[in-house]
C-alpha cells in the first residue's frame, strides 16, 4: 500500500529549476517530519531537506540557497522548490515521514523516518 507518491522529476540543462511533489493522499503524515532524499548511483542516500509540522525546516549544505521545501497541508503535499540545479544534483528523489510532533528547530533532523515513496528521478546534465 502507497502512502506517499512523488512527482516532478525530469531531465534539465544546469542551471535549471524542478519543483517536486509529494502527496499523501490518505492524511497519514499531517504531524510528522516530511523529508526529501536523494541517492546518486554509487552514492549514499542524503537528506537534502526537511521540514516538521510546526514549519520549521533544514537543509543539506549542499543545496541551501538553491533549494526549499514547504508544506500544503490542506492538500497533505510537500514540495522541493529546486533552482540553480547542477549535475551533482542528480539522483532518485524520495520524500518520507517521520517523527510525529517532532520539532526540527530543537532537535535538528528528523533521526527515523517510517515510510517512504517510491521516488522520481532528478537528472541534470552539464
Known amino acids: 500500500q502507497v502512502h506517499l507518491v512523488e512527482s516532478g522529476g525530469g531531465s534539465v540543462q544546469s542551471g535549471g529549476s524542478l519543483r517536486l511533489s509529494c502527496v499523501n493522499p490518505r492524511l497519514y503524515y499531517k504531524h510528522y517530519c516530511m523529508g526529501w532524499f536523494r541517492q546518486a548511483q554509487d552514492k549514499e542516500r542524503v537528506n537534502v531537506a526537511s521540514?516538521?509540522?510546526?514549519?520549521?525546516?533544514i537543509y543539506d549544505e549542499s543545496v541551501k540557497g538553491r533549494f526549499t521545501i514547504s508544506r500544503d497541508d490542506e492538500t497533505n503535499t510537500v514540495f522541493l522548490e529546486m533552482n540553480s540545479l547542477e549535475p551533482e544534483d542528480t539522483g532518485m528523489y524520495t520524500c518520507?515521514?517521520?517523527?510525529?510532533?517532532?520539532?526540527?528547530?530543537?532537535?535538528?533532523?528528523?533521526?527515523?523516518?517510517?515510510?517512504w515513496g517510491q521516488g522520481t528521478q532528478v537528472t541534470v546534465s552539464a
Open positions: 518520507a515521514a517521520g517523527c510525529p510532533y517532532y520539532d526540527i528547530g530543537r532537535g535538528g533532523q528528523c533521526p527515523r523516518y517510517v515510510d
Open positions: 521540514i516538521d509540522k510546526y514549519g520549521n525546516w
